[in-house]
């Protein structure tokens, strides 16, 4: 097998709903990602990429069912560069990265571009299609922005429940209070905040034509866990998830550059990180902020490690509940993850986010000269994803 590489990563700054990118379709959010992520690589002919895998978790609108070939051809590229769009919903992106690496491996294509998009402001309303004409009785619309939709009553109503509710399922089942959740969320903004103001992001986030963002719009800095704690529960009247410890609805996009080790004279550039292994676990869907725990440690295996040898960790922030059980499930020190904020302060488009998460892990193994990082996912409907990647910069890489 070709081993896969990570040479580029790039993404958009995220909009909160409603927010500065609100008026930018996502198709065309999908195509500033991919038009930054190829500015970084400036040597490289795109008429040589072999495939482009996209992410996306909603696909009912503006995205035309298969964004990833959109944005190739609103990008510029050449007509003669094939796509495909992946949906695993909040793991699509992640997905598409790891779809992308085994195509590389299988050596099916040396260089693939991946990533994912999400405008959850524009994601419209749909209405079920009447089986007759004219029906007699009102008809609802049914927002595709979050969760459940048009749902099969052979369901278990045990499986259906909101995301939130899930959540507090999980509160309840691993003892999490509400003054650890807040912690967290706080942490997430303050360093989120930092890394911004450290300049930890300017290579990473690319600008949208038309927009002016330029920096994560959800991020709140003044957050502490005395200002979150006055916020009331979100999901159940007494619980403990808020609005301010749960990620928000939000517009991106990201990308990654992937190719063989062979790729690098035709990229003009080095390679960053190696893809040494990837895991997926799936369990019962109420209990689906779990699933990273063993996603994570399936990928650990397959790349030969444990945790003793990780130094940094990307854990998307669905909830702050859920990522705490995930870390004390691990037992790693909470230090590790998502030092540069996570999705509860940076946001959550749903397919954007495990590019960005990637992305992130890959310039943290960098700046902190650490060898060896995972990036999970947690996915609705019981699902989850992980990928460990190798920082070819660190001792013992290539061994």
């Not at 495939?51 to 995205?63: D, I, S, T």
């Not at 994560?216 to 619980?239: C, M, N, Y």
């Amino acid at each position: 097998m070709t081993p896969a590489y990570l040479y580029a990563a790039a993404r958009t700054p995220f909009g909160k709903l409603g927010g500065a990118l609100s008026e930018v379709r996502p198709d065309d959010l999908a195509a500033a990602a991919l038009t930054g992520l190829l500015a970084k690589v400036p040597r490289f002919d795109p008429s040589d990429v072999g495939e482009v895998v996209w992410g996306n978790a909603n696909g009912a609108g503006e995205e035309n069912r298969n964004v990833g070939r959109m944005a190739v051809l609103l990008a510029g590229l050449p007509v003669s560069i094939p796509a495909t769009t992946v949906n695993r919903l909040c793991g699509s992106s992640l997905d598409a990265a790891m779809i992308g690496s085994r195509t590389i491996e299988t050596g099916d294509a040396e260089i693939v571009l991946t990533g994912g998009v999400e405008s959850m402001t524009r994601a419209p309303w749909v209405l079920p299609k009447p089986s007759r004409a004219y029906p007699a009785g009102d008809l609802s619309a049914v927002s595709t922005t979050l969760g459940w939709r048009l749902v099969n009553k052979r369901m278990p109503s045990e499986w259906t429940v909101s995301l939130g509710e899930c959540n507090e399922q999980l509160q309840e089942k691993f003892g999490i209070s509400r003054e650890r959740q807040d912690q967290f969320a706080a942490r997430s903004h303050r360093l989120a905040d930092a890394a911004w103001s450290d300049g930890f992001y300017d290579d990473l986030v690319v600008a949208v034509p038309g927009a002016e963002l330029s920096r994560d719009e959800t991020i709140r800095p003044g957050s502490t866990p005395e200002t979150l704690a006055t916020l009331k529960p979100a999901f159940r009247p007494g619980g403990t998830i808020t609005a301010g410890n749960a990620s928000s609805l939000n517009d991106g996009a990201s990308a990654v550059l992937l190719g063989s080790e062979a790729a690098a004279t035709t990229i003009g550039s080095e390679p960053l990180a190696r893809i040494a292994g990837r895991g997926a676990f799936a369990l019962e869907p109420q209990l689906f902020g779990f699933a990273p725990v063993e996603a994570a440690n399936a990928a650990l295996r397959r790349a030969g490690i444990d945790w003793d040898d990780v130094g940094a960790v990307e854990l998307n922030e669905a909830f702050a509940v859920q990522s705490l059980a995930c870390l004390d499930a691990w037992g790693i020190d909470p230090e590790i993850v998502n030092a540069r904020g996570g999705a509860i302060a940076i946001g959550h488009p749903l397919g954007a986010s495990g590019g960005r998460i990637l992305g992130t892990l890959v310039k943290r193994l960098i700046t902190e000269r650490q060898r060896w990082g995972v990036a999970a996912i947690c996915i609705g409907v019981g699902q989850a994803l992980a990928v460990v990647v190798e920082n070819l910069d660190s001792e013992g890489a290539r061994a």
